[in-house]
């Protein structure tokens, strides 16, 4: 096995860890909103949307780490460099976006009670 396949085989791992983790992201978000609405709680809605958006969010990254992985170690062309670029500029934005979503403020502007955990 030569470096090129071996890191080929590394990107499609983290990929697959990607696509897994909106899957069973979602699976598992949508087995708590049934047990949640079968509790009869409240905010079912908001919940859900929130487990899936993490989901999503953690898929996202894998995805692009995997991206990153197999362009700069395997083609690191012109060319394969501009579409990485294009790649990691839409799932970025979909990241900051889904964070916004997920929990209602950009990632850099955190609640004031949320910057004592930071360091714990």
């Not at 839409?90 to 009670?113: A, M």
């Amino acid at each position: 096995m030569d470096f090129k396949h071996f890191i080929e085989t590394v990107g499609e791992l983290v990929d697959l860890a990607g696509v897994a983790a909106i899957v069973l992201g979602a699976i598992a978000a949508s087995v708590a909103a049934v047990v949640t609405l079968a509790q009869r709680k409240p905010r079912v809605y908001a919940d859900y949307r929130q487990r899936l958006g993490r989901s999503i969010l953690l898929g996202l990254e894998l995805l692009v780490a995997a991206d990153i992985i197999r362009t700069v170690a395997v083609t690191p062309t012109f060319e394969s460099l501009g579409v990485l670029a294009v790649i990691v500029l839409i799932r970025t934005f979909l990241s900051y976006s889904l964070q916004l979503e997920v929990t209602g403020y950009l990632p850099w502007k955190r609640p004031p009670g949320e910057l004592s955990n930071v360091c714990e």
